[in-house]
């Protein structure tokens, strides 16, 4: 059973940087799709990247375009989600999931990571 692991959030000022990172023990994540997703308090859990398996093809929700780049290491086994110019309303528990690549147009990942939570406040 492959196991996710996140980590990388932390608390940072408007206009500020953080790398997420997801990790995987149990399982290879360049076999997956592999989406960042993340939960504000009192809203439902959205999309917010996700990179394919078969051609890396990647995608963003409109409200990180520019601004949040999601990548690969395979030799590492791990995909991380760089996040700059963050903004208050960026704050969330942030997860990263696997599973096949129609994750990527909306359908349920196999895997999930336990989250990581990212706070912008000043």
């Known amino acids: 059973q492959m196991q996710l692991v996140e980590s990388g959030g932390g608390a940072v000022q408007p206009g500020g940087s953080l790398r997420l990172s997801c990790a995987a023990s149990?399982?290879?994540?360049?076999?997956?799709?592999i989406g960042w997703f993340r939960q504000a308090p009192g809203k439902e859990r959205e999309g917010v990247s996700c990179?394919?398996?078969?051609?890396?093809?990647?995608d963003y929700a409109d409200s990180v375009k520019g601004r949040f780049t999601i990548s690969r290491d395979t030799a590492k086994n791990t995909v991380y989600l760089q996040m700059n110019s963050l903004k208050p309303e960026d704050t969330a528990v942030y997860y990263c999931?696997?599973?096949?690549?129609?994750?990527?147009?909306?359908?349920?990942?196999?895997?999930w990571g336990q989250g990581t939570q990212v706070t912008v406040s000043s």
């Open positions: 149990g399982g290879t994540l360049a076999y997956y799709a």
């Open positions: 999931a696997a599973g096949l690549d129609i994750i990527c147009s909306g359908y349920p990942p196999e895997y």
């Open positions: 990179i394919n398996r078969s051609d890396g093809a990647t």
